[in-house]
């Protein structure tokens, strides 16, 4: 079956401008993260939706981000203005249900360049 | 802030055992531990995971210290297909049950 999908694979946009990045889960997975990966650095959580719980948004660097699951499947991240300092890969992972025991399937991301 | 401990880099000898290290000091009961690794240009890839016993699967072992506060995962011979980076990570026992990342330690393989 397929994995997790992400698009675009790339995206570059200048300074200022508003990008939307999707993320089309595993079917199934009620779990879903977004991390984001500057270059040679680790993996950052940004936010994780659960079913219809609300979503934990602790790991948002600031009000320009946002994120939505629509129907407990296909996920949008948003970042308004974009500065440089957001380019990074932007990777979605989903998991057939939350819990420590249950592994992550992740997609191969989203490059983000900003100008 | 990352809460496992991974040397930046090892190497090995293809064919040969690889012992990656990592320390969790802080790791609280319910957590798991677990490893994924990362390919060039790839998203992670799970690898294993456990709690507090051993634990095998056909990638890799998992060796969980007894007071859970350091793992070791071994690849039992080591092949170039092998060469990313792996990291260890604990998924928390609660709230969004996140997986925490480091750095991760860069394995080379020497063929």
């Known amino acids: 079956g397929a994995g997790v999908s992400q698009s675009p694979s790339n995206k570059v946009t200048e300074k200022g401008k508003d990008v939307e990045l999707r993320c089309d889960p595993i079917?199934?997975?009620?779990?879903l993260y977004w991390y984001r990966q500057s270059l040679g650095q680790g993996l950052e959580f940004l936010i994780y939706?659960?079913?219809?719980?609300?979503?934990?948004k602790s790991g948002l660097p600031s009000d320009r981000f946002s994120a939505e699951r629509t129907g407990g499947s296909v996920s949008t991240l948003t970042i308004q203005r974009t500065q440089q300092e957001d380019s990074a890969v932007y990777l979605c992972?989903?998991?057939?249900?939350?819990?420590?025991?249950?592994?992550?399937?992740f997609g191969s991301g989203t490059q983000l360049s900003v100008l | 802030d990352a809460k496992t401990t991974q040397p930046n880099s090892m190497e090995s000898n293809e064919e040969e055992p690889v012992h990656l290290p990592c320390n969790h000091s802080?790791?609280?009961?319910?957590?798991?531990i677990h490893w994924y690794r990362q390919l060039p240009s790839q998203g992670p890839e799970y690898v294993i995971h456990?709690?507090?016993s051993n634990v095998n699967n056909r990638m890799a072992s998992l060796a969980i210290a007894e007071d859970r506060k350091s793992s070791t995962l071994i690849l039992h011979r080591a092949t170039l297909r092998d060469a990313a980076v792996y990291y260890c990570?604990?998924?928390?026992?609660?709230?969004?049950?996140?997986?925490?990342f480091g750095k991760g330690t860069k394995l080379s393989v020497i063929p």
């Open positions: 992972a989903s998991s057939p249900a939350r819990g420590a025991n249950e592994k992550l399937f």
């Open positions: 079917s199934g997975h009620t779990a």
């Open positions: 939706f659960q079913g219809n719980s609300a979503p934990d």
């Open positions: 802080t790791i609280s009961g319910t957590d798991y």
């Open positions: 456990g709690l507090t």
């Open positions: 990570t604990e998924k928390s026992g609660a709230g969004s049950y996140q997986l925490t």
